[in-house]
C-alpha cells in the first residue's frame, strides 16, 4: 500500500520534532527510516499507522486519510506489548479477540502465525520464559494476526542477541516476498541494508535524503556502505550545529 506524509509538522511542548516533512512509499516497498535518537523516527512511525496527530500535513494511505485505514496497518512498538505471566497462545487468543477475529478464523490464523515465526512449539509456555528473540516475534506474531498490508516496526532487534536477529531477518525477507509493505526503524544498519529496498534519512525534523541502496551510494561518490554514509550525514551535521553555538 502506499503511503504520503505531506508537509507535516508536531510538536512536543514548545520543541517541533517534525518540520514539514515529505514522504512517499510505494506499494511493497521496505523502508528503512534512519537517524539518531531524538530525531523523530518513532513520531513518524506513529503519525503514519495513526497513533498521533501532527499539528499539520496530510496522511494518506493508498490515498485514504490513515483513520480509515487503521484496520490494515499493524504497529509493532520498541517495547514488548505482551503479557508476561500468560502463555504464547494466551496472548494471541487475546490479541485475536481484540481485533475481532472469530473462533474458527482465530484459531486457524494463531497457528499459521506462529508456525511462520517458529512459535508453535512454545505455543504453552509463558511468555517470561522466552528468550528476547522468540519475545520480539511473538509482539510481531500478534500484529501479523489481523493479517495487515502495511507492518511497521519500531527498532525491533532491540535487546536480541545475533541468533536472535537472524532469525528475526528471515522472517522479516519471507514478509517482504509475500508484497507486505514494511516500515522500520533499527540502529543495526547491516540488517537495514540486507532487508530493505529504500532509505529515508530524517535529521532536523526532515527527510534530508532518501532513495534506494544503490541510487543513494552512487549519487554519494566514494562512499562504500549505508554505514559510512549515515556516519557523513549526522557527523556533518553535528559538526555545523557546532559551528552554529
Same mark, same amino acid.
Given at each position: 500500500?502506499?503511503?504520503? @506524509? !505531506?508537509?507535516?509538522?508536531?510538536?512536543?511542548?514548545? =520543541? #517541533?520534532? /517534525?518540520?514539514? +516533512?515529505? &514522504?512517499?512509499?510505494?506499494? %511493497?516497498?521496505?523502508?528503512?527510516?534512519?537517524?539518531?535518537?531524538?530525531?523523530?523516527?518513532?513520531?513518524?512511525?506513529?503519525?503514519?499507522?495513526?497513533?498521533?496527530?501532527?499539528?499539520?500535513?496530510?496522511?494518506?494511505?493508498?490515498?485514504?486519510?490513515?483513520?480509515?485505514?487503521?484496520?490494515?496497518?499493524?504497529?509493532?512498538?520498541?517495547?514488548?506489548?505482551?503479557?508476561?505471566?500468560?502463555?504464547?497462545?494466551?496472548?494471541?487468543?487475546?490479541?485475536?479477540?481484540?481485533?475481532? @477475529? !472469530?473462533?474458527?478464523?482465530?484459531?486457524?490464523?494463531? =497457528? #499459521?502465525? /506462529?508456525?511462520? +515465526?517458529? &512459535?508453535?512449539?512454545?505455543? %504453552?509456555?509463558?511468555?517470561?520464559?522466552?528468550?528476547?528473540?522468540?519475545?520480539?516475534?511473538?509482539?510481531?506474531?500478534?500484529?501479523?494476526?489481523?493479517?495487515?498490508?502495511?507492518?511497521?516496526?519500531?527498532?525491533?532487534?532491540?535487546?536480541?542477541?545475533?541468533?536472535?536477529?537472524?532469525?528475526?531477518?528471515?522472517?522479516?525477507?519471507?514478509?517482504?516476498?509475500?508484497?507486505?509493505?514494511?516500515?522500520?526503524?533499527?540502529?543495526?544498519?547491516?540488517?537495514?541494508?540486507?532487508?530493505?529496498?529504500?532509505?529515508?534519512?530524517?535529521?532536523?525534523?526532515?527527510?534530508?535524503?532518501?532513495?534506494?541502496?544503490?541510487?543513494?551510494?552512487?549519487?554519494?561518490?566514494?562512499?562504500?556502505?549505508?554505514?559510512?554514509?549515515?556516519?557523513?550525514?549526522?557527523?556533518?551535521?553535528?559538526?555545523?550545529?557546532?559551528?552554529?553555538?
Amino acid at each position: 500500500m502506499n503511503v504520503d @506524509l !505531506k508537509d507535516i509538522r508536531k510538536k512536543f511542548g514548545k =520543541e #517541533e520534532i /517534525l518540520k514539514g +516533512l515529505n &514522504l512517499h512509499m510505494d506499494n %511493497g516497498e521496505f523502508a528503512g527510516i534512519i537517524g539518531p535518537n531524538g530525531t523523530g523516527k518513532t513520531t513518524v512511525l506513529k503519525i503514519i499507522c495513526g497513533l498521533s496527530r501532527p499539528e499539520s500535513g496530510s496522511i494518506l494511505i493508498e490515498g485514504k486519510p490513515v483513520s480509515s485505514m487503521r484496520g490494515k496497518i499493524g504497529y509493532v512498538p520498541q517495547e514488548i506489548a505482551l503479557y508476561s505471566d500468560l502463555t504464547v497462545g494466551a496472548n494471541m487468543r487475546f490479541f485475536a479477540g481484540l481485533y475481532g @477475529l !472469530k473462533l474458527g478464523e482465530a484459531s486457524q490464523r494463531m =497457528e #499459521e502465525v /506462529l508456525n511462520s +515465526l517458529g &512459535l508453535l512449539e512454545v505455543k %504453552g509456555k509463558k511468555v517470561k520464559k522466552l528468550s528476547g528473540g522468540m519475545k520480539r516475534r511473538l509482539n510481531i506474531g500478534t500484529e501479523l494476526l489481523k493479517n495487515p498490508e502495511i507492518l511497521i516496526l519500531d527498532e525491533p532487534t532491540a535487546g536480541v542477541d545475533i541468533k536472535g536477529i537472524s532469525d528475526l531477518s528471515i522472517i522479516l525477507k519471507n514478509l517482504r516476498h509475500k508484497g507486505m509493505t514494511i516500515v522500520m526503524t533499527s540502529h543495526q544498519m547491516r540488517l537495514l541494508e540486507e532487508l530493505c529496498t529504500d532509505f529515508y534519512f530524517l535529521s532536523e525534523g526532515r527527510i534530508v535524503l532518501s532513495g534506494k541502496k544503490n541510487e543513494l551510494l552512487q549519487r554519494e561518490g566514494n562512499t562504500t556502505s549505508l554505514e559510512e554514509l549515515y556516519h557523513e550525514i549526522f557527523y556533518l551535521h553535528l559538526k555545523n550545529d557546532e559551528k552554529v553555538k
